[in-house]
């Protein structure tokens, strides 16, 4: 079972900028996809961000394409995503997970969360 730590939320006024970090354990770190998801309160977990094995593809919810940056480290284990122009809808518990098959949308297809980071975004 992967191991996943998420860390780098805070409170930052709208218009700013945070940088999120997930680590994940286990050797097969460089082999999966890595995506990031995020739930606000009373709303369902909604997908943000993946990016394949090797970090050569890229993918984004329509609403953060343009203001998100997903990347990875493989030597690091790690992925991260850079978040700019932040809103206040912004504002939710951030969640990464891996997909062995790649970068799978749907939050139903994982079974295991980590302990995610809250980011809040005040206007």
């Known amino acids: 079972q992967v191991q996943l730590v998420e860390s780098g939320g805070g409170l930052v006024q709208a218009g700013g900028s945070l940088r999120l970090s997930c680590t994940a354990s286990?050797?097969?770190?460089?082999?999966?996809?890595m995506l990031w998801f995020r739930q606000a309160p009373g709303k369902e977990r909604e997908f943000v961000a993946g990016?394949?094995?090797?970090?050569?593809?890229?993918y984004y919810g329509l609403s953060v394409a343009g203001r998100f940056t997903i990347s990875r480290d493989n030597a690091k284990n790690t992925v991260y995503l850079q978040m700019n122009s932040l809103k206040p809808e912004d504002t939710a518990v951030y969640y990464c997970?891996?997909?062995?098959?790649?970068?799978?949308?749907?939050?139903?297809?994982?079974?295991?969360w980590g302990q995610g980071t809250q980011v809040t975004v005040s206007s």
């Open positions: 990016i394949n094995w090797s970090g050569d593809n890229t």
């Open positions: 997970n891996s997909h062995r098959f790649g970068v799978v949308r749907t939050p139903y297809s994982y079974h295991y």
């Open positions: 286990g050797r097969t770190f460089s082999s999966v996809a």
